[in-house]
């Protein structure tokens, strides 16, 4: 209802009212979001080189001399103590470190883990597969595994 | 009295005026929203395709044993007694096909090739093994275990050479694509 110049009155801006603050309402929501994105995008990265640095240490662990020594085997692989090796370079709040015997059997060969996987919310995951001498003079096949959270 | 501001005879003005505004809030959003779901899906690597990762398992793949007896009637009989390397089986078996035999004679080894391949393999992905001779093409390469991979838009793969009796010199690519949903247990 307007009167003969056009004036709405105060009923109009309740309107007016309510598309603005609906506009300020959504590019607030739509900042928060990108923004809490972005934060997760880039813990998820830093927990991704977290695992990659882990395993990089138990892998240069496993082909160095003073290692497992000479030539990679499952047995010595057995007896490896993966959490003194990991936790030297261990930067996130958890991890778990495996080695698995995918070839010829499928084996699980030492494990490690540190801290509690269920609280997890991000986590990063790495793996490299190497070649190691079974019984019976056969090439078996190892992957290592990190998961960082 | 209240509301007696100078405006125009329609009265429309404000009102308008924050419906554009509204409607270049919600543009506005939905670009942002949807810039950083892209960004988001493009960070997210799955790390058992990742180029590293399938580097890695080739050149293991190719210096482990072939694990088991493999039996293949080439003539006089070659018999693959398990220690040999899939690097070794395969430079075979590819100057044998190079030779003219029949891939029929290689079912074994390509079965238990096939099989080591799987158990590197995530559930989630399926892995495929193709040799190209140095004049041939992907399209019709020499070995392809299981098939040539399918047409998709996700792949990662790596590739290594492997010389053969004759000396040619086979790219051997291993190809990681996620399996179909319907392949999904």
Redesign the interface.
Request: aromatic share 4%.
């Given at each position: 209802m307007h009167d003969e110049e056009g004036v709405g009155g105060f009923f109009e801006d309740l309107p007016v009212l309510a598309f603005v603050l609906l506009g300020v309402f959504v590019l607030v929501t739509a900042g928060i979001v990108a923004s809490r994105a972005v934060s997760e995008r880039r813990e998820a990265e830093s927990l991704a080189c977290a695992a990659e640095s882990i395993l990089t240490a138990v892998t240069s662990h496993l082909l160095s001399p003073n290692g497992v020594g000479g030539t990679l085997t499952a047995a010595a692989m057995r007896q490896m103590d993966l959490r003194a090796i990991s936790d030297n370079v261990s930067c996130c709040d958890g991890y778990c470190v495996s080695v698995v015997m995918l070839h010829p059997l499928t084996e699980w060969l030492a494990s490690a883990t540190v801290g509690n996987p269920h609280v997890a919310i991000l986590t990063g995951f790495c793996q490299r597969f190497m070649n190691a001498a079974c019984d019976g003079g056969s090439i078996g096949i190892v992957e290592v595994r990190v998961l960082a959270w | 009295m209240?509301?007696?501001?100078p405006?125009?005879?329609?009265?429309?003005l404000?009102?308008l005026?924050?419906?554009v505004?509204?409607s270049?809030?919600?543009l506005?959003?939905?670009i942002?929203?949807l810039?950083?779901?892209a960004?988001?899906d493009a960070?997210?690597?799955i790390?058992?395709g990742s180029p590293t990762?399938v580097g890695?398992?080739l050149?293991?793949?190719m210096?482990?044993?072939i694990?088991?007896p493999v039996k293949i009637d080439l003539g006089p009989g070659l018999t693959v007694l398990?220690?040999e390397?899939v690097a070794e089986c395969l430079s075979a078996e590819l100057y044998a096909l190079g030779s003219g035999s029949g891939p029929a004679l290689f079912a074994e080894l390509n079965e238990a090739v096939l099989g080591?391949l799987d158990?590197?393999t995530l559930a989630a992905f399926r892995g495929w093994l193709v040799a190209v001779h140095p004049e041939g093409s992907w399209e019709a390469p020499t070995l392809a275990i299981p098939g040539l991979p399918l047409a998709s838009s996700l792949s990662y793969a790596a590739s290594c050479q492997l010389p053969c009796e004759d000396g040619a010199l086979y790219t051997v690519t291993l190809v990681l694509q996620p399996a179909a949903s319907s392949e999904l247990v």
């Open positions: - | 209240p509301g007696d501001l405006r125009d005879k329609a009265g429309q404000a009102l005026d924050a419906m505004f509204f270049i809030a919600m506005v959003s939905s942002l929203v810039q950083t779901e960004c988001s960070a997210v690597g790390s058992d990762s890695g398992m050149a293991a793949l210096t482990a044993s694990g088991q398990g220690q390397s080591l158990s590197l």
